[in-house]
């Protein structure tokens, strides 16, 4: 494993790190785990994760498939518990996984270098989504798949006046995470091909403020 480093940052991005693993882990049990494994099951070749985060992906990607798996992270905080992660993961994995200190609106990689990307939780934060999509296809290979998994702006307009409302508070909680995006309508834009995707909702009240898209994007031939 390789890693790169190069930003400070602030007091809120200590918290979200410290407190990622355990405010997810009954939801990641329960529900999100399985998709994780099902959605990442088909990775394989050179693979790209943007906003790679404590890692919760690791665990989810078959060894034997992945020739070289890169992690990209901006936040430090976040970086220090994916590098653990990564530490305790199958050696097979483990010697092929980068981790890089970037965005995803600006991927270190040549054109078309990248077999998949994987996007989990993390459209709803980066600072320019068009841009971070736009980045994803530059550095897929034609015919290459974006796998993603992003919590998105509710069909309901009621909900969807809440999410507006609650957004700039959870900007400010998580990391810059927003409620409202609407990921699938970026990807489409992009012009990338959904070939197979869903939508589901966590279980509980916090499951209509968070419904989620999951799903393979591909990109162009
Ligand atoms: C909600 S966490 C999700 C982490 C992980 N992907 C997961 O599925 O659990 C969002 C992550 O996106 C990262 N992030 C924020 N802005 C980013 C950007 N511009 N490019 C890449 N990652 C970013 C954050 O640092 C954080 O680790």
Redesign the pocket.
Known sequence: MTTTSRRPAGIWSRIFAALYDPVTAAAERRVLGWHRKSLLAGAAGVVVE?????G??LPHYDPVRIGRLIL????PF?RQRLKGKIDGTAPQLRGRTEIVDG???DIDLPDASADVVAS???LC???DPAA?VAEAIRVLKPGGHLLFLEHVCSEQASVRRWQDRLTPIQRRVA???HLNRDTLAALRNAGMELDDWRRWELPGAAGRLLPIVEGTARKAD
């Open positions: 943007i906003g790679a985060g404590t919760a992906n990209i992270e901006p936040d976040m965005t995803a609106e989990t939780l993390v934060s980066v600072a971070a990391s810059g995470c």
